[in-house]
């Protein structure tokens, strides 16, 4: 599992993809969070602007990214 150190205590899900570099751009990250392809502490969740704080898992693709 590959950690992913951010600012501050928490970042929005489409910020968060953009910055591992798995989203080209925030259109894309938008049209794959709308379609549940992003999974967060191994659910489905389809809100953009979902926090994250430090110890949330998001799987993108089968990859898993732990917040830290």
Known sequence: MREVIIDGDSIRL?????????MESGGEAKTRIAAGEILINGEVDVRRGRQLRRGDVVTVDGERMRVA
């Open 14 to 22: 489409g910020q968060f993809l953009k910055l591992i570099g798995v």
